[in-house]
């Protein structure tokens, strides 16, 4: 859709990003080192990694909620300096306003740009329709399950048409056969406007039946990139389907090779300095 | 138990308590009035001094002033709570140099206050109002700079996200945040508000319920008394159910306000 370029605009671009906490007396601890990645515009990037490396951390750097110590961040190939205000986040923990409505917590994201109260409404109702909640309005957050709540964050987000979304583990809580529906209903979305994708997830399966890349890190502390594979599976995808293929179980060992010593290591790490 | 034997049960309580009343007060017991008249009158009295204040219709008055009174008290208090508490919240530096001062003012016990109101604010209502808001003041001023500074981070950061300003954040996700608060803490603003009323009138005043009780006890009318115990227990049950109905309307959104409270 953009002006054809032989390569399409970066939309995200950290460049040598490393991370850095302050902890109890004044030490510091260095979530993640040196972390460079790209997202091409229109392209959907999968982070998997075991847990505690700095998934969501890296998510946070991309949306400008965090500054890395060192290292540039540029967001459509200008540097990022405050809020990422071109992202949509889906964050990890549940992020919905408890004392709105579904459909309340969907229109807001309009309301605050100054769209009439009454369109906003609509629009937001074709949302919650188009994630299969249509009938959910004028619930309040506590009384949808789980899932049902990461389809509202999910519209939320989504009816700002932000271009670039950020996602961080939106399916984790789930049960296996919903996460399949879930993913299957976020291609079918991305693949109406293609935004540019950043996806967290600890799912390798997941990762790669959804990504056209798929990167590993490596175990905290400190933790680096160490691989970035391209995942060649044929779109439109099915999740379902796509795991039967030969090309995802070859891919699927490959990476897993990999990130199989990162989890031991950072199970063995996180145990030992407890 | 269901509803009817509850009810039932908690009647049972109700009448025994005032039949032994009623049977120690008039009934000799081995020659001696276990409850001299005197000092614990009994229920029929009382109950006639209700009706007859009810029937003059001289009660409504004193209701009306007391009801007035800790609307005010309730109505002020609150919105200074919620002002200074939201304001405090928000600048740390603010609230840090008020913080033993704000501690002194409330460690102190509130009724000696009442003579210095009377002095400043006479005989009238306005003195009470300033008791009851002495009292409610503190509470939600506490409980929405709580709420404020306790505001989810996630949220906020959502909320940043979403493309909010500072002035949306504060309406969209400080704002209900802190009500929310304030609305947990309800039922004792209200209720001291009504305390700050009756006490002010029981320690000076020209009408009000505790102007009530006050003129009884000063001519050993103890059926008057506790007839105007009464009368304020109902008073207080009757506004505790208006909150509880507002709270209920107030507070759908959260999953256990209905459940908690009974
Ligand atoms: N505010 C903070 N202060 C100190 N350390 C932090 C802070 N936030 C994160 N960390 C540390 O940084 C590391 C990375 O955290 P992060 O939340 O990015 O992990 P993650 O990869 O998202 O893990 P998970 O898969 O469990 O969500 C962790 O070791 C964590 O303890
Ligand atoms: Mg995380």
Request: glycine share 8%; proline share 4%.
């Amino acid at each position: 859709m953009q002006a054809g370029e032989a390569a399409a605009a970066r939309a995200v671009a950290l460049d040598d990003a490393t991370v850095a906490f302050r902890v109890a007396d004044a030490r510091v601890y260095t979530a993640v080192d040196k972390a460079t990645l790209g997202v091409d515009d229109g392209e959907f990037v999968a982070i998997v990694g075991p847990t505690g490396c700095g998934k969501s951390t890296l998510l946070n750097v991309a949306a400008g909620l965090l500054k890395p110590a060192s290292g540039a961040v540029r967001i459509f190939d200008a540097a990022l300096n405050g809020l990422n205000h071109q992202a949509g986040y889906l964050f990890q923990a549940d992020a919905l306003f408890p004392w709105k409505t579904a459909i309340d917590n969907v229109a807001i994201g309009l309301e605050i740009k100054g769209v009439a109260r009454a369109e906003a409404l609509e629009r937001a109702q074709a949302w919650l329709t188009s994630v299969g909640l249509g009938a959910f309005g004028n619930r309040y957050p506590h009384m949808l399950s789980g899932g049902q709540r990461k389809r509202v964050g999910m519209a939320q987000v989504l009816i700002r048409d932000p271009r670039i979304l950020l996602m961080d583990e939106p399916f984790g809580p789930l049960d296996a056969q919903t996460r399949q529906i879930m993913g299957n209903l976020l291609l079918q979305l991305w693949t109406k406007d293609r935004k540019a994708v950043l996806f967290v997830t600890h799912d390798l399966e997941e990762a790669i039946a959804l990504a056209d890349r798929v990167v590993i890190m490596s175990a905290g502390p400190g933790s680096r990139i160490i691989g970035d594979w391209r995942v060649p599976l044929p779109r439109p995808r099915d999740i379902f389907e796509v795991r039967l293929d030969k090309e995802f179980h070859a891919l699927h060992r490959e990476i897993w090779n990999v990130l199989k010593d990162e989890v031991m290591k950072g199970y063995a790490q996180s145990a030992g300095a407890a | 138990m269901n509803r009817l034997t509850l009810l039932l049960c908690q009647m049972l309580v109700a009448v025994v308590f005032f039949g032994l009343w009623q049977l120690l007060s008039t009934v000799p017991l081995f020659g001696v009035t276990v409850l001299p008249p005197f000092f614990f009158s009994n229920p029929v009295d009382v109950a006639s001094q209700v009706v007859a204040w009810f029937a003059s219709g001289v009660i409504w008055k004193h209701l009306l002033i007391t009801l007035w009174e800790s609307i005010l008290a309730f109505a002020i208090g609150s919105l200074g709570g919620v002002m200074v508490g939201f304001w405090f919240a928000r600048q740390p530096r603010v609230a840090a140099i008020f913080d033993p001062y704000v501690k002194m003012i409330n460690a102190l016990p509130r009724v000696v206050l009442a003579p210095i109101f009377t002095l400043w604010l006479g005989l009238g209502i306005w003195s009470k109002v300033a008791l009851g808001v002495t009292l409610v003041f503190f509470i939600v001023f506490f409980n929405v700079y709580q709420g404020v500074k306790e505001t989810s981070r996630g949220l906020v950061d959502n909320a940043r996200m979403l493309g909010m300003s500072e002035r949306q954040q504060l309406r969209h996700v400080y704002w209900p945040s802190a009500l929310s608060w304030m609305f947990s803490s309800l039922h004792t603003a209200v209720g001291f508000a009504v305390v700050g009323a009756v006490v002010g009138e029981y320690l000076g005043s020209a009408a009000g319920l505790g102007y009530l009780i006050q003129q009884a006890e000063g001519t050993f009318d103890v059926a008057g008394v506790f007839a105007g115990m009464i009368v304020l227990s109902a008073f207080v049950i009757l506004i505790d159910l208006a909150v509880t109905l507002a709270e209920r309307r107030l507070l759908v959104w959260r999953p256990t306000a209905a459940e908690s409270r009974g």
